[in-house]
């Protein structure tokens, strides 16, 4: 993952691991972020309407959309 911010790393690792394993042990956020690039909203945390998720990560959503525009081929892909 050559030139990909740190963050945007993290979560690209824990959309991986819910991917393949259907568990992570990242944040709450990290979590969210990652249902999110994968477009799986059954791996938003009981609690939180997607809404609430989307909210909830205000300050990596610009991460998430970078993601899901630049970085997309790094993500597994079911």
Known sequence: MVNV????RKIIETANDLATTG???AS??????AAFVL???????DGYSVVEAWDRIDDLQEIVRKIRSEYDDLV???
Not at 39 to 45: E, H, L, N, S
């Open 76 to 78: 597994v892909p079911w």
């Open 28 to 33: 709450t956020g990290e979590v969210i972020a």
């Open 39 to 45: 477009d799986r909203m059954d791996f938003i945390p």
């Open 23 to 25: 568990r992570t042990g």
């Open 5 to 8: 911010l740190p963050m945007a």
